[in-house]
């Protein structure tokens, strides 16, 4: 059921070539880390300027697809085909001193040409394929705070260069009140001078990037709305399979895969085309792969549309008036974050789609940190912009998020009310529903016996994460009653869960280890009698006992005695 709206041909034309894997590229994939792994999420001031913020940047370490054609790099032709730039030795001061201004290296920047040469990174079946020679025209909306000029403009000039000039409707530039002197007068004039029309907006005071975006999508005179992030690079054939897609029906929202450009050498690097968007039990976007059952649901066809249940937020391209009709943002979330999940979940549950479109690639900086100042502080920002999330959207679910910190229970979400009109009035389907259906791998799992501390009957100490690790032992600890660290989902598939991590044992004489979920039973199933209150470990048949006092901090598997160490109480609530 394809509703082309737009009156163009529906069918995306193929060259007859097979369909399958991909060849050679698929062998590099096994070796690719989970990109959601390795990544802490920290939310906090840091003292060297830059603001921590919950982190969604990608591992560098992944592999190129094709390796680069050479080219002979000449002088001045710093970082030309998505090449590193070597700073000299006696620049690294400089160097270190630029990086502050922006969280990235700023001299490198600097030095590579607004216009740089990038290599095709496209998987070789995406080159062969044809799409509908008329498409619905795109603005292009880039909102920045403080970006510097290097990288607005490199971004500005890889969509001139690299979109079909028919397409190509205009560029919206919003500065979201930035209190640099080059992004006034200088760059309005600079932008006149481009081949494409680009004009700039500037929103009257700092409003934050989700406001700024209403902004800019208010002016826009394309059919489609095709939103960057200020430090971006469109690579060659990025444009017309997005905007095939919206063709085919305008209600999927579409992302192209996000590459890496290096925030220390800006080298482009491709990202894994098997990585989708997901979110933790703090509503923190990570990214995490692709499970085998959409591997499946595309044939394997690696350069097919991919669903995924949540966007990074930055680079995406959606239907003018369905933007609209859908409920555009939420204009009551400041600064940063949270925009990202709130239109993902909203896109899924009121009856659009979410894609990743694997032949469409544009980097972007991944940066560490936020270079720029989140007035009132970055943790009450965020945490009312989330708190909007889980109050409109998540439905019993929220009670995943907010039992993560006590700052996530004390942060206002403010009026929320005519959000969830909106909701009523799309008629949105449940939380549930999303997660039954879009996203049964989510952290949030779908049925659960329980979710709150789990307390010793002797001791009264209660299970503890104590922030560790994936395949460090689990603790107990003094019950504080505050959730983070002590609180457990004991779940239908009978897991004991925190966030990531599951309860799990590989031996009946324990230790008793928190790994990442499989939700594949195994070492990781427990049944807690609720009559005898015991938790019993499936595979050893042993159950979880209190800790001795050579080493307090740590349960035990032992045969079950059904002693009052072995007592576990699943019944008490956070104090909030
Ligand atoms: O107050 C502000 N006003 C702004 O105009 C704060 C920011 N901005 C601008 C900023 O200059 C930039 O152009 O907004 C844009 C995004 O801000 P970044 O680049 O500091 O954010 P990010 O890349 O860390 O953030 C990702 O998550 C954000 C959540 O609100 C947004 O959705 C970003 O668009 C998003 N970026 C991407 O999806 C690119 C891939 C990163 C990932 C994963
Ligand atoms: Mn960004």
């Known amino acids: 059921t394809q509703d082309d709206e737009y009156g163009y041909a529906k069918i995306i034309e193929e060259k007859d070539v097979a369909r399958s894997g991909g060849g050679g590229i698929v062998a590099d994939e096994d070796e690719h880390p989970d990109p959601g792994e390795d990544v802490e999420n920290i939310i906090g001031n840091d003292d060297e300027g830059g603001v921590s913020v919950p982190l969604t940047y990608r591992s560098t370490l992944l592999k190129k697809w094709r390796t680069a054609p050479v080219v002979k790099p000449g002088a001045g032709n710093h970082g030309e085909m998505g090449k590193p730039v070597k700073i000299p030795d006696e620049m690294q001061e400089l160097m270190k001193e630029k990086f502050k201004e922006n969280q990235f290296n700023l001299l490198a920047s600097d030095m590579i040409s607004l216009n740089r040469s990038l290599t095709d990174v496209r998987h070789e079946n995406c080159k062969r394929k044809f799409y509908p020679p008329k498409l619905p025209t795109t603005s292009i909306v880039i909102v920045f705070h403080n970006e510097a000029w290097t990288t607005l403009l490199r971004t500005v000039w890889s969509v001139i260069n690299r979109s079909p000039r028919t397409l190509l409707k205009e560029i919206i530039l919003v500065d979201d009140a930035s209190e640099r002197d080059y992004l006034g007068k200088k760059l309005e004039n600079y932008v006149a001078t481009l081949p494409v029309k680009t004009f700039v907006l500037r929103t009257e005071k700092r409003s934050g990037l989700i406001r700024a975006r209403l902004l800019g999508a208010k002016h826009v005179a394309g059919e489609v709305i095709t939103f960057l ?118 896109i899924w549950q009121c009856g659009g789609i979410l894609e990743i479109i694997p032949c469409s690639h544009v980097g972007h900086v991944f940066r560490d940190k936020s270079p720029y100042t989140f007035p009132g502080g970055v943790a009450k920002i965020v945490l009312h912009n989330a708190a909007r999330v889980a109050e409109v959207w998540l439905d019993e679910w929220r009670d995943f998020y907010y039992a993560m910190s006590t700052g996530a229970r004390k942060a206002s979400a403010g009026d929320v009310s005519e959000r969830k009109d909106l909701r009523t009035r799309l008629k949105c389907k449940s939380f549930r529903w999303y997660l039954e259906n879009i996203y049964p791998e989510s952290l949030m799992p779908l049925d659960y016996y329980y979710l709150g501390e789990i307390r010793n009957s002797e001791t009264q100490t209660c299970l503890d994460t104590m922030g560790r690790k994936y395949g460090e032992k689990i603790g107990v600890s003094y019950c504080h009653g505050l959730g983070g660290n002590q609180v457990f989902a004991y779940t239908k598939r009978q897991q004991i869960m925190s966030d990531d991590l599951c309860l799990d044992a590989s031996n009946a004489n324990g230790p008793v280890n928190m790994v990442r979920c499989h939700n594949m039973g195994g070492n990781q199933e427990w049944v807690y009698d609720s009559d005898d209150k015991t938790i019993k470990h499936v595979n050893t048949g042993n159950c979880l006992q209190r800790s001795t006092r050579d080493d307090p901090t740590t349960p035990l598997l032992k045969p079950c005695d059904y002693s009052k160490g072995q007592k576990w109480l699943m019944q008490t609530k956070f104090k909030w």
């Open 229 to 346: 992030d200020a430090h971006c690079e469109c690579t060659e054939g990025w444009l017309e399979p997005l905007l095939a897609r919206i063709v085919q029906n305008r209600r999927t929202v579409v992302c192209p895969i996000i590459d890496v450009i290096s925030d220390e050498t800006f080298e482009y690097v491709t990202a894994s085309d098997q990585t989708w968007g997901g979110f933790n039990w703090k509503l923190n976007f990570r990214w995490y792969r692709v499970p085998q059952r959409e591997m499946e649901r595309r044939n394997n066809d690696r350069t097919a549309p991919l669903r995924t249940p949540t966007m990074a937020g930055g680079l995406f391209s959606i239907d003018k008036k369905y933007f609209y009709e859908i409920g555009s943002y939420d204009e009551g979330m400041d600064i940063w974050g949270g925009e990202n999940l709130e239109m993902s979940f909203r």
